[in-house]
């Protein structure tokens, strides 16, 4: 209310709004003092259903007050920015996982095929946070997404992908809630895909500051760190045995056991004791070493749920039944163990390049049927992690047989 006459404020105290939207089922009240502005929040959640039909249903949206006629009145319609910036991450925050896990593969994949090459890049010059930005451009992957996605979506094909038990991707489902538009995909990519540099570069920057604290420890030989580094097989065995008490109590272990290394790597490369396989190593390591730790976050309800019943009971040898994170820790976990194993083994060129299309397919994947469905989530990391896993089993043959011609010799 504005401009009130004076003659009249002693009688006038204010008015009640009431506003009301039909298909919300809840109505809104705010009170409006004399002389004074009044806010009435609309939610954004409650927009008009696509089947409300306004000739058959009740009536629009309308607001309800008491006009007193020696006022003038003045209605204005504002964004709240701070609300519709919680509309967003309510609507789309869920998807994120995906589009970081997709990022990381990404990531993997362009390593994996490099050093399939050959092609070793130090971490001195180029940094992990910098072969992000080179391996994981938006048009690697993006269009891909759009067309098969729109493919995917089209009548025909549709019925037929349902009848041979293909699921509907998630797009479909954001579509029937109305969130979903054309250029969704893409720009919730490339938020990812900055945002994941930002962590990876201060993740690698603060594990680097870290690896200087272990100059400590410079007095003590080389050798004995050597011997020390065959721990990381009893732990990786341990990791193993405690996914069957939790599985991510697995991965948790398996993830102490992967920044240990990526550590020790930097602090190799700190004291200028580095070669060209140190930094193999690291560059294929840390990526590896983010994609465990998503999964430990992706599987941490498992893990709260264990220390529930652990301090119940008062032991900690209690397994988690029906853990529904088990099977993929397992599988991850041992899958990491033959990595960190085999970590010598440099695949070959074809090798390289079967692995990374296979991983620049899941990746596809990950974002088709994982923008809603984040349990998904957990069982294509595993998946990641096997394909990597398999050129290291395969170069772990030919060793074998040396080490059998050498014993029968």
């Not at 519709?84 to 593969?105: D, K, N």
């Not at 007095?219 to 996914?243: C, D, M, N, Y």
């Not at 993929?328 to 899958?335: E, G, H, I, P, Y």
Request: charged letters at 15%.
């Amino acid at each position: 209310p504005q401009t009130c006459r004076k003659h009249s404020a002693e009688t006038y105290e204010g008015s009640v709004l009431r506003l009301h939207i039909p298909w919300s089922h809840e109505d809104t009240y705010t009170y409006s003092n004399y002389g004074k502005e009044a806010v009435i929040p609309i939610k954004l959640q409650v927009g008009r259903p696509a089947e409300y039909d306004l000739r058959q249903d009740a009536s629009e949206a309308h607001l309800e007050m008491f006009l007193h006629p020696y006022c003038h009145y003045q209605l204005k319609l504002l964004v709240a920015t701070q609300d519709s910036l919680g509309q967003i991450v309510r609507f789309y925050a869920i998807q994120f996982p995906a589009y970081y896990v997709a990022v990381l593969l990404m990531t993997l994949r362009g390593i994996i095929i490099s050093q399939g090459k050959g092609q070793v890049v130090s971490t001195s010059t180029q940094s992990p946070a910098d072969l992000l930005l080179v391996h994981c451009k938006p048009y690697y992957l993006m269009p891909i997404v759009g067309f098969v996605g729109f493919i995917m979506r089209l009548g025909p094909i549709a019925n037929l992908l349902t009848k041979l038990g293909v699921p509907k991707d998630d797009a479909a489902s954001l579509k029937e809630e109305g969130i979903y538009f054309t250029f969704l995909p893409i720009l919730m990519y490339v938020c990812a895909w900055l945002m994941s540099h930002l962590q990876v570069l201060l993740a690698f920057t603060f594990l680097s500051v870290i690896s200087y604290l272990g100059r400590i420890f410079a007095w003590i030989p080389e050798s004995v760190f050597a011997k020390l580094s065959r721990l990381q097989h009893v732990i990786s065995g341990l990791s193993v045995l405690l996914t069957f008490l939790c599985g991510t109590l697995g991965i948790l272990s398996m993830s102490l056991l992967l920044i240990f290394k990526v550590l020790r790597l930097l602090y190799v490369i700190g004291r200028k004791l580095d070669t060209k396989d140190t930094h193999r190593k690291l560059t294929l390591i840390f990526p590896i070493m983010l994609l465990v730790n998503c999964q430990i976050l992706l599987t941490l309800g498992s893990f709260v749920t264990w220390i529930k019943i652990v301090t119940q009971t008062g032991s900690w040898f209690v397994q988690l039944n029906s853990d529904p994170s088990r099977l993929t820790a397992l599988v991850s976990c041992v899958c990491v163990s033959l990595i960190l194993y085999g970590d010598e083994i440099i695949p070959s060129r074809t090798q390289g390049t079967v692995t990374g299309w296979l991983i620049h397919f899941l990746a596809f994947v990950v974002i088709v049927y994982s923008m809603e469905s984040l349990y998904r989530l957990s069982t294509f990391i595993s998946i990641a992690l096997l394909i990597i896993s398999v050129p290291i089993v395969i170069g772990f043959v030919p060793q074998l047989l040396k080490t059998g011609r050498r014993k029968d010799d």
